[in-house]
């Protein structure tokens, strides 16, 4: 299928899922600096350059097929950039578009060299679109968004996503091992050694050890998962595939796409619109560190090492069990946004938390590695939108 037919089934099933998950609650107000609707506010994608060019990285990344944690790194960093770059200009006067299209211009070609040429045809083009009277201005706030993505850029180099694993696979039947055919290696056991965005340390929200393998917990965690195998309605499996994101931008980019959307509807400023959108990215990338330092910590195997008899509905990712990584960073992105949106009645965790639930429909996750995948959105997100974003001066990451 085309980017473009993937981009069409998707918002159909996204509209779909969100009628349904959120109800009456829709419009229930309950107050937040990002909640009310003003008149003439609408419910598509507002065209300001932060909004374009999140759609053009989902396209990107869709065409590259870069992987879920790739596709989380590249929205975080360009989101960020943008957001320091429309600081910088607002201090200088200029208006927001020249500097966000400079900065995620710069970011985009660092994170896809291949599409150097592209990306550069893409900003020259926004750039002779401006008017005479306006282009002089906008070519000065590109130059400050180049500057601002120069420095995220740095960082991006030295967060450690991409270090070497030193590490050996434990043995075991109480112990993750690849089900690939044939067998390979681990996927992101360096990622808890990341550097994060608010946490401290990818361990700061590390889980509990999971339920002793011999034991009754352990064993009602599997017995609920081939029930519900043995079962499966066509609803279940239907969630189960929808929350997959193998295709398209991944989890990432249905997520950009729900938070523009929400975004718009609420007619939101550029500036106001590039801090929500760097945020719930970079507190998804957290979630993602949090998860994996957590996976890598216990190696907890997957239900059909347990019981090979559970029918699965998706593919089994190659890393372990426990926590789930549907749980963390959904969980964590419905959260945050749910805190910038306290209008719309908790809809956005309610999502995640279907995005949880779908790993037990698969087949894939036990019960208990969801309860701790939201624990550590809880107290990820919690973190995120204490600490926040300022809107007077660049974002740097926290963490070490």
Known sequence: MSISGIRQASCVLLALLTIALTGACAHSDQGGSASASPPGAT???????TMAWNDYAWELIARNQIGQFPSARTFAYMNLAINNALVTAREKGLKPDGAAAGAAATVLTFMFPKE????A????????????????????????????????ITWAKEDRSGADWSGSVPVGPDRWASQAQPPKPPIGPQLGGSRPFFMTTGSEFRAPAPPAFDSASFKAGVAEVRKVSDTRTNEQLRVAQYWENLTGAYSAGLWNEVARGTISAHGLDEATSARILAMMHMAAMDAFIACHDSKYTYWAPRPTQVDPGIRLAIAIPNHPSYPSNHACISGTIGLVLDGFFPDQGGRY?????QAGESRVYAGIHYRFDLDAGFDI?????????????????PFAPLGR
């Open 349 to 353: 965790f309610a999502m995640g938390r």
């Open 121 to 152: 045809k893409r900003l020259a083009g926004e750039t002779a679109a401006i008017g005479a009277d306006g282009r002089q201005a906008f070519t000065a706030g590109v130059e400050i968004g180049q500057t601002a993505a120069a420095t995220v």
């Open 43 to 49: 419910p598509w994608a507002k065209p300001t350059s």
């Open 377 to 393: 959105a809880r107290k990820l997100s919690a973190k995120a939108l204490q600490t926040g974003i300022p809107a007077d001066r």
């Open 116 to 119: 150097e040429q592209a990306i």
